[in-house]
């Protein structure tokens, strides 16, 4: 099984619709990330949370919320969908401690919104 | 601020060619690392490799080596005998250190063809 998971991955969404994407990781790491990816545009962090009680905002946050509901958990909400919204999202999880670790990463969910 | 950038948006060779592509970066911080990691067409992010500032020592990996240079800050990947399966598009990401918080670079979509 995969160490990290995300549900949907394929969504399709009518513009002011809720949604929420959905992340976990058997791995035990305590820090967990949510990342979208537009073409030509890389990987850019929408937030990140380094343990279950802390959230944090990145580069672009406005439009969405998130929930770290467990250390294995961690949930991205579009509370309205609008279409430039439509993006490949990407969770993914780093180890623990002191280093700088790789990330990893989950297969993606791809959301469309209409 | 970090920055990185990838100057290469696509970049296209011939099957067993060498091809090498080439990230520049941007910081402040006197201890970052740097990474480089591999989207292959089904989607789903691979870590290739961590640096830290301290080391600037090339690395290679089978067909796989990098460069770091600190004096133009920049960290090039070279593929050697580039084949059909390399394709895909190659991320560099930049994170000073204790930050735990990456900065990717747009990639670099690399074709190979057969």
């Known amino acids: 099984d995969a160490d990290v998971t995300q549900t949907p991955r394929n969504r399709i969404t009518k513009t002011g619709k809720r949604i929420m994407l959905e992340c976990s990781q058997t791995?035990?790491?305590?820090?967990m990330y949510w990342y979208r990816q537009d073409p030509g545009l890389g990987l850019r962090l929408i937030y990140y949370s380094f343990d279950v009680k802390d959230i944090n905002k990145g580069e672009i946050s406005d439009g969405y919320s998130v929930s770290r509901q467990a250390q294995a958990k961690f949930s991205l909400s579009l509370e309205s969908a609008i279409p430039n919204q439509t993006a490949l999202y990407f969770c993914a999880t780093s180890d623990n401690g002191a280093h700088q670790y790789e990330q990893y990463f989950g297969p993606g969910t791809r959301l469309t919104v209409t | 601020a970090q920055k990185v950038t990838q100057a290469q948006t696509e970049i296209s060779v011939v099957e067993k060619e060498d091809v090498t592509l080439d990230c520049v970066y941007e910081t402040r911080d006197t201890t970052y690392y740097l990474f480089w990691y591999k989207q292959p067409p089904s989607g789903e992010l691979v870590f290739l490799i961590r640096?830290?500032?301290?080391?600037?020592q090339n690395e290679i990996s089978g067909r796989y080596s990098w460069n770091f240079q600190k004096s133009t800050s920049s960290f090039n990947f070279t593929i050697t005998a580039s084949q059909v399966v390399d394709s895909a598009v190659y991320f560099c990401a930049l994170e000073p250190g204790g930050s735990y918080i990456p900065t990717f670079g747009r990639g670099t979509s690399l074709i190979v063809h057969p």
């Open positions: 640096r830290n500032s301290f080391d600037e």
């Open positions: 791995k035990g790491h305590d820090r």
